[in-house]
T-cell receptor, first 111, second 116 residues
Framework: GQQLNQSPQSMFIQEGEDVSMNCTSS?????WLWYKQEPGEGPVLLIA?????ELTSNGRLTAQFGITRKDSFLNISASIPSDVGIYFC???????????FGAGTILRVKS | KAGVTQTPRYLIKTRGQQVTLSCSPI?????VSWYQQTPGQGLQFLFE???????NKGNFPGRFSGRQFSNSRSEMNVSTLELGDSALYLC???????????????FGSGTQLSVL
């Protein structure tokens, strides 16, 4: 089946540092999504990407949809303590909300 | 506006039993999806319902089933529970079923199921 390889698995960074994480796939997707999950909650959508090559920002977050449609990255600039959580990439192909998720990147921020 | 509501929040069952989980989508949302989240397998798609019809299905055994009611509320059922079914079950809703609906996909906080 489809799989997404997300890296790194975890990061422990100093407050104020920039963060970068990425996802690659052996399959193409029509949509790439980035979610954040905090303890005891469901994932919350951060950024959605719909076109190959698209670069989208949401505040301090920037994400890109790879040209080959098989990869995406997420950057967080000037990290703050509330950025702590698990970040997931997800790909979608076709109709509906059948998403394939990456394994997640655990982000810890040292203040 | 209330978010996606899942009940119960926590559930403990024993092997062989069956369980029913409930999801109320955001008001006006007509598509409901279910996901299983475990430490080992991560987030995996179970199924999606729209207009009371299953539209998408993941790779789970027939013990996992669901349904959607005319008011868009959804339930999922797991029969003959196994230890490996212990997981966080997440429900998500969106307005419609179609392309590029993901921007409006909202997740609930989930039901934590423990099978002993």
């Amino acid at each position: 089946g489809q799989q997404l390889n997300q890296s790194p698995q975890s990061m422990f960074i100093q407050e104020g540092e920039d963060v970068s994480m990425n996802c690659t796939s052996s399959s193409i997707f029509n949509t790439w999504l980035w979610y954040k999950q905090e303890p005891g909650e469901g994932p919350v959508l951060l950024i959605a990407l719909y076109k190959a090559g698209e670069l989208t920002s949401n505040g301090r977050l920037t994400a890109q949809f790879g040209i080959t449609r098989k990869d995406s990255f997420l950057n967080i600039s000037a990290s703050i303590p509330s950025d702590v959580g698990i970040y997931f990439c997800a790909g979608q192909l076709g109709y509906g909300n059948k998403l394939v998720f990456g394994a997640g990147t655990i982000l810890r921020v040292k203040s | 506006k209330a978010g996606v509501t899942q009940t119960p929040r926590y559930l403990i069952k024993t092997r062989g039993q069956q369980v029913t989980l409930s999801c109320s989508p955001i008001s006006g949302h007509r598509s409901v999806s279910w996901y299983q989240q475990t430490p080992g397998q991560g987030l995996q798609f179970l199924f999606e319902y729209f207009s009371e019809t299953q539209r998408n299905k993941g790779n789970f055994p027939g013990r996992f089933s669901g349904r959607q009611f005319s008011n868009s509320r959804s339930e999922m059922n797991v029969s003959t529970l196994e230890l490996g079914d212990s997981a966080l079950y997440l429900c998500a809703s969106s307005l419609e079923y179609g392309r590029a609906t993901n921007e409006k996909l909202f997740f609930g906080s989930g039901t934590q199921l423990s099978v002993l």
